[in-house]
C-alpha cells in the first residue's frame, strides 16, 4: 500500500480520550493498531477495488429516486393527473416522494464512511474474554447521517402521507362530528413517528464508543429495546386510525339496506373500504411482530441474552408499506370510475334525447340544480375526483328519469341521494317518474299538426267533452282523469 494514502494516528480516538463531537464525526477510529493491521494487508487489486465501490455507492445512491418503490406509483398519478400540483392531493404525494426518496440517497452515501476501525470486546456474562480488532463498525458521521437525517425524511414523508385519509375524510364528512375521532387517532399515530426521530436524535454520534474504544452495546441494547417497542406502538396507532376513518366514513356515508354490493366491486367504488385493506393486514400480522418484540425484550432485559436475533423488520415494513399503496390504488380507482361515468353520462345522454325527440323537459333542471348545489359543498380540490363521481351519478339518473320505463334500481344513485340528505328515496323517483309520464303524454298532444279538423291544440277534447289542457294550463287539474282516460 502507498505510504502517502496511511491514515494518520491524530484521526483516531484511543484510549478513551476526550473528544468533541465534530472530533468524532471527523475520526477514523478508536484502535490506530487495526488500521495499520489492515492496511498492511491489502494489495493493489484491494485498494483500486475499494475506490470502485466509492464510485458504484455514489452512482447508486443517485439511481435511489428512480428505484424507490413507490416512484412509478406516483408518476403514474402524476401523470393522471396531469402534473397539477395546484391539488393538495398532488402536493402531498409530491412531498411524501422528495423526502423518502432523499433519505434514501443519503442512506446510501452513508456506506462511503464503511471503514472504522475500532475495538471488539467479547463478553462472556459480565466477564471479558478477549479484545480483537473491527474495520466495519458503526462511523459517526455515518450514524448521524443514516439514523438520524434519514429518520427526519423518513419520517416526516410517512407522516405527510399519513394525512391522506385524514383529508379524504375530511373532505366527504366535513360537517360530521365523529371526525374528531380521525384527527384523534391520526396525531397519536403521528407522535409515535415523531417519538422515533427523537430517539434516534438522543443518541448522539459522538456517545456511541466507551472508554474502551469499543461500541457501547448496553447503550445500543436500551436504544433498539426502545426502537422496537415505538415500532410497535406505531403499528398499533395505524391499525387504529383505519378503523376510525372507515367507520367515520360508513356512518356518514352509506346505509347497508341501500349499498348491498359484494366487497370487490365495494372496493373498486368507495375510497373507505379500499383504506380498511390496510387495517386489514395490520390485524393479521400485529399478532406475529408484536410477539417477537416482545420475546426480544424478555430475552435482552430478564435473561441477559443481548446476541439472540429477533429480526422480523421485513414483515414490519410490508405492514407499514400497505397504507402508502392504498393512496395510490385509491386516486386510480378514482379517476377510473370518474371516466367510466362520463361514458355512461354520455351515452345515456344520447339515449335521452333520441327518446324525447331532442327536447329537453324542463323538469330535469331543478334536480340537476339541487344536485351540484348539495355537492358543491365539498369544494375542496382533495375530493375534487369524488365530487365528479357524484355530479356524474346524478347525470345519468337525470338523463334516464326521462325515460317512463325507468325504474330506479342503481344502489348508487341511492347511495348519493342518501348522502344529500333525501328521506325517502323510492317515494322520490315514484312521484317524478310519474309525472314525467303525465308530462310526456301531454307534450306529444300538445305537439300534434294543426288541421282542419283540429284548428287549435287547445280545444281537442276526450270524449267525455272535457278540454285536454297543454303543458302550462290548468295547475288544477285532476291527475285521476288523465288515469281514467290512458
Request: proline fraction near 2%; glycine fraction near 4%; include cysteine.
Amino acid at each position: 500500500m502507498d505510504k502517502s494514502s496511511y491514515l494518520s494516528k491524530s484521526d483516531f480516538i484511543e484510549n478513551g480520550a476526550k473528544a468533541g463531537y465534530f472530533q468524532w464525526l471527523s475520526s477514523k477510529g478508536t484502535n490506530y493498531t487495526c488500521y495499520e493491521q489492515y492496511a498492511s494487508g491489502l494489495s493493489k487489486i484491494d485498494i483500486y477495488n475499494n475506490k470502485i465501490e466509492d464510485i458504484r455507492i455514489v452512482i447508486y445512491a443517485l439511481q435511489r429516486p428512480f428505484t424507490f418503490m413507490y416512484f412509478f406509483w406516483t408518476i403514474l398519478v402524476f401523470v393522471i393527473h396531469k402534473f397539477n400540483f395546484r391539488k393538495p392531493i398532488m402536493r402531498l404525494i409530491l412531498y411524501h416522494f422528495l423526502l423518502r426518496s432523499l433519505g434514501n440517497v443519503i442512506d446510501k452515501l452513508g456506506e462511503l464512511f464503511r471503514f472504522y476501525y475500532t475495538n471488539e470486546i467479547l463478553y462472556e456474562g459480565d466477564v471479558i474474554l478477549k479484545s480483537r480488532c473491527k474495520t466495519n463498525e458503526m462511523h459517526p458521521l455515518k450514524w448521524l447521517l443514516t439514523r438520524q437525517v434519514c429518520s427526519i425524511l423518513w419520517y416526516v414523508g410517512e407522516i405527510i402521507g399519513d394525512w391522506y385519509p385524514l383529508l379524504r375524510t375530511h373532505a366527504v364528512v366535513r360537517n360530521n362530528k365523529s371526525i374528531w375521532i380521525v384527527y384523534i387517532t391520526c396525531a397519536i399515530f403521528n407522535f409515535s413517528k415523531v417519538a422515533l426521530i427523537i430517539l434516534h436524535l438522543s443518541l448522539s454520534a459522538g456517545r456511541l464508543y466507551n472508554k474502551d474504544g469499543a461500541l457501547d452495546n448496553k447503550k445500543m441494547d436500551v436504544f433498539y429495546s426502545n426502537y422496537f417497542i415505538i415500532q410497535l406502538v406505531i403499528i398499533y396507532t395505524s391499525f387504529f386510525y383505519d378503523v376510525a376513518v372507515y367507520i367515520v366514513l360508513k356512518r356518514a356515508m352509506f346505509h347497508k339496506d341501500q349499498y348491498r354490493m359484494g366487497f370487490l366491486k365495494k372496493f373498486k367504488s368507495l375510497s373507505e373500504y379500499r383504506m380498511l385493506i390496510s387495517a386489514f393486514v395490520s390485524a393479521i400480522f400485529l399478532p406475529i411482530i408484536s410477539f417477537t418484540y416482545i420475546a426480544k425484550y424478555y430475552f435482552e432485559n430478564h435473561e441477559n441474552m443481548h446476541g439472540l436475533n429477533f429480526d422480523f423488520d421485513e414483515t414490519r415494513k410490508m405492514v407499514t408499506s400497505v397504507q402508502y399503496y392504498m393512496i395510490f390504488i385509491d386516486q386510480i380507482l378514482l379517476t377510473r370510475y370518474r371516466n367510466e361515468s362520463s361514458v355512461t353520462n354520455s351515452n345515456s345522454n344520447s339515449r335521452s334525447n333520441n327518446y324525447s325527440g331532442g327536447n329537453n323537459s324542463s323538469y330535469n333542471k331543478p334536480y340537476l340544480s339541487l344536485s351540484k348545489q348539495q355537492i358543491s359543498t365539498t369544494t375542496s380540490d382533495t375530493l375534487r375526483n369524488d365530487t365528479m363521481e357524484i355530479e356524474n351519478t346524478f347525470n345519468i339518473g337525470n338523463t334516464n328519469m326521462n325515460n317512463p320505463n325507468y325504474t330506479n334500481n342503481n344502489p348508487k344513485s341511492n347511495y348519493y341521494l342518501n348522502l344529500m340528505g333525501n328521506g325517502n328515496t323510492n317515494n322520490y323517483n315514484y312521484n317524478y317518474n310519474y309525472n314525467n309520464i303525465n308530462n310526456n303524454k301531454r307534450r306529444r298532444r300538445s305537439q300534434l299538426p294543426i288541421s282542419k279538423e283540429t284548428p287549435y291544440r287547445s280545444t281537442l277534447r276526450d270524449p267525455r267533452g272535457k278540454a285536454e289542457p297543454t303543458i302550462g294550463g290548468n295547475s288544477n287539474y285532476n291527475n285521476n282523469n288523465i288515469n281514467n282516460k290512458y
